[in-house]
């Protein structure tokens, strides 16, 4: 059995993820649950072989030294597959992602229209947060091929690893996939400023020096989108702050109320036809109350601002839970499931 035709029946079977586990046959995710295939258990040893014929010898390097690694790879009838590599009771496993070949419009993602608006911004941060396959992703890359479509521009990407080839349209698009082209998220921010972009792409904000650089590349004239792993706009906001010593989260606090433009909080619900996922959001906008509650410390206020400021473009997550319930696109219980306030859909 070799990895590229696992890969490619996966893709032929409309899979989203693959999973590679010792011990298990091949598994895949379909419309949001793991199938298992009809197929002989993968032993560790061959498991270990179809992965390392995949890497590089930096890879291998940085995979023996940090027990995990990222990488993107393309097939002709795969297409491009994000690879995620773990050690599991000493086994070498991996989590593969297959993704979208085309970045799919607006419409089709299910976003609202202000996301167009904000790709629009000419400068400031703006932030798409969620759980891990909630399609933050695929919204970032939806947002850089508006600008691409609509803009004189020259976008980086920092990327670990790269999911969506971008072929420059108006703009210049310049990809840099981590451990391939860059060490490290920090490192190549760092260098990003010296590149002469107008828009700044960051996969993920995860170490201290990468958010502080993406807030003040922010704050001198750039559009810096850039994605989060958290649950809301509040622990979005608290994640950004927490991160840093208490010496210094008094400048950082004022560096993200004068260069936030929006969160956008998302995740993908199953379908009541059983026919896929679809999205749900929550959206806090910069205005100046929120800059205002942001710069006083009082992150708890955050949400009241967005549950009753629907005027400017913000809405929360049981607002659109709450619609897509009345438009029966989702069941009752996963509505209530994952809304903040439950009575809301028993009233």
């Known amino acids: ?61 940085h995979l023996e030294a940090e027990r995990e690694l990222c990488l993107s790879v393309f097939d002709g009838e795969a297409g491009r597959v994000r690879v995620a590599l773990y050690y599991h009771a000493g086994n070498l496993e991996m989590a593969a992602r297959l993704c979208t070949l085309l970045i799919p419009d607006r419409a089709s993602l299910g976003l609202p229209p202000i996301v167009d608006e904000l790709a629009r911004k000419p400068n400031g941060l703006v932030l798409i947060a969620g759980p891990t396959g909630s399609g933050k992703t695929t919204t970032l890359n939806y947002m850089v091929d508006l600008i691409n479509r609509e803009r004189r521009c020259k976008i980086v990407m920092i990327e670990d690893p790269v999911e969506y080839v971008h072929r420059p349209q108006k703009s210049i698009v310049v990809q ?104 749900a959001c929550e959206i806090m906008v910069a205005n100046g109350a929120v800059r205002n509650i942001i710069r006083e ?23 659109s839970l709450l619609d897509l319930y009345q438009k029966a696109v989702i069941t009752y219980d996963v509505a209530v499931t994952h809304a903040r306030s439950p009575e809301r859909f028993t009233s």
């Open 297 to 319: 410390k009082n992150i708890q206020l955050l949400y009241g601002v967005v549950e009753t400021s629907r005027k400017d473009g913000m809405m929360t997550l049981d607002h």
């Open 1 to 61: 059995m070799k990895l590229m035709e696992i890969l490619r029946a996966a893709r032929a079977k409309q899979a989203s993820d693959v999973h590679l586990v010792a011990g298990l046959p091949p598994a895949v995710r379909i419309n949001g649950e793991i199938l298992m295939a009809n197929a002989a258990p993968i032993e560790a040893a061959a498991l270990r072989r179809m992965i390392e014929e995949i890497l590089n010898e930096d890879q291998r390097r």
């Open 176 to 279: 840099q996939e981590v451990y391939t082209d860059t060490h490290s998220f920090p490192r190549a921010l760092v260098h990003v400023l010296r590149q002469n972009p107008d828009v700044i792409v960051v996969g993920e904000m995860r170490e201290l020096d990468a958010i502080r650089t993406a807030l003040t590349a922010a704050e001198t004239g750039h559009l810096v989108l850039a994605t989060l792993h958290t649950p809301n706009t509040t622990q979005t906001v608290e994640r950004i702050t927490a991160v840093f010593p208490e010496g210094q989260q008094e400048q950082i606090i004022l560096q993200l109320a004068n260069s936030l433009q929006a969160v956008v909080t998302q995740v993908l619900l199953p379908r009541a036809d059983r026919k896929g996922r679809v999205l």
